[in-house]
C-alpha cells in the first residue's frame, strides 16, 4: 500500500490507518485474524486507539504484538488534567503490551474550555510533555472536533501531527476543515484524516446496522472508493478506517 509522510517526523504511513475500534468487542482470535489480514494482507503500517473505545486496548494489545516493532502506533486520551492523562498513559501502555507509543493525542477536542484545561496549569499538556522526555511517546498530537478549538491548539504548542474530520460532505456543505488544514500545513504537521467514509449524521431513532458508528457511512465499495480518493487528494498522510471490518476492507481495496 502507498505510504506518505508524516510532517516533520520523518515516517511514513500507508494511506489507510487501522481503527481500533474495529476490534471493539471481538473475541480474541477474530481480532488477531483481523489484525493479522491488515498487517499482512493490506501492509498497514499506522493503527490508532483510544481508551473510549470500549475493550479495543485490552483486545488489540495481543493481537498487535507479534507486529509491535513493524507499525507506527498511535494512542489517545479524553482526559485534560495532568494527573488523569498521566494514569491513562500508563494504563494504556499496559494494555497495548508496549513501552512506548509513537504518537500520543489528545482526544477529541472540542471546545475553547477544553483548550484551557489542557494548556493551563496542572494541564495534560504537562504529562505529554514529560511523557516524550521519558520516551514513552515519540510524537505528540492532537484529535478535534472543533475548528476553532483545533486552531486555537495550533497557536499554543507546536504538535506533530492533527487528527481531524476530512470528508467531502463536510467540506462541501459544512466548508468544515480547510482552515485547521490550513494552518496545520504552515507549522509543518503531519495531518491524519478522521471520518473519511462519512456521509451524513443518522436520523434520530433511525434503525441501522451499524453499531459502531457515529454517522451514516458510505454504502458500497464504489462510494468508499470516491470519499477515499477525495480525502486522500487533501494533503493527508493518511485516512484512518471507522469501526467495522467491511468499511476497512472496502478502504484498504479503495487505496
Not at 56 to 67: C, F, H, K, T
Request: net charge neutral; hydrophobic share 40%; with cysteine.
Amino acid at each position: 500500500m502507498l505510504k506518505r509522510k508524516l510532517g516533520k517526523t520523518g515516517e511514513k504511513l500507508t494511506v489507510v490507518g487501522f481503527g481500533g475500534i474495529v476490534v471493539k468487542g471481538l473475541e480474541q482470535p477474530i481480532a488477531n485474524g483481523i489484525v493479522a489480514k491488515a498487517a499482512e494482507e493490506y501492509g498497514l503500517n499506522y493503527f490508532d486507539v483510544a481508551p473510549s473505545y470500549g475493550n479495543s486496548e485490552q483486545v488489540l494489545g495481543p493481537a498487535l504484538e507479534p507486529y509491535r516493532n513493524k507499525v507506527f502506533l498511535a494512542c489517545k486520551t479524553t482526559e485534560r488534567s495532568a494527573e488523569g492523562a498521566r494514569r491513562e498513559l500508563e494504563q494504556s501502555l499496559i494494555n497495548l503490551r508496549t513501552d512506548h507509543f509513537d504518537l500520543y493525542q489528545l482526544h477529541s477536542v472540542k471546545t475553547m474550555e477544553d483548550v484551557d484545561q489542557i494548556t493551563g496549569p496542572g494541564g495534560a499538556l504537562e504529562t505529554f510533555v514529560k511523557a516524550r522526555q521519558e520516551g514513552k511517546t515519540r510524537f505528540i498530537g492532537f484529535s478535534a472536533h472543533g475548528e476553532e478549538a483545533a486552531l486555537e491548539l495550533m497557536k499554543r504548542f507546536a504538535f506533530d501531527t492533527i487528527l481531524f474530520p476530512l470528508n467531502y460532505v463536510i467540506w462541501h456543505q459544512g466548508h468544515f476543515g480547510p482552515r485547521a488544514l490550513a494552518a496545520a500545513q504552515a507549522q509543518g504537521m503531519g495531518i491524519l484524516a478522521l471520518k473519511a467514509l462519512a456521509k451524513r449524521k443518522w436520523d434520530e431513532g433511525e434503525d441501522h446496522g451499524w453499531s459502531k458508528r457515529w454517522y451514516a457511512p458510505v454504502d458500497t465499495p464504489e462510494e468508499a472508493k470516491l470519499a477515499l480518493r477525495f480525502t486522500l487528494s487533501l494533503p493527508v498522510t493518511a485516512a484512518v478506517s471507522p469501526g467495522h471490518a467491511d468499511l476497512l476492507w472496502w478502504m484498504c481495496e479503495a487505496a
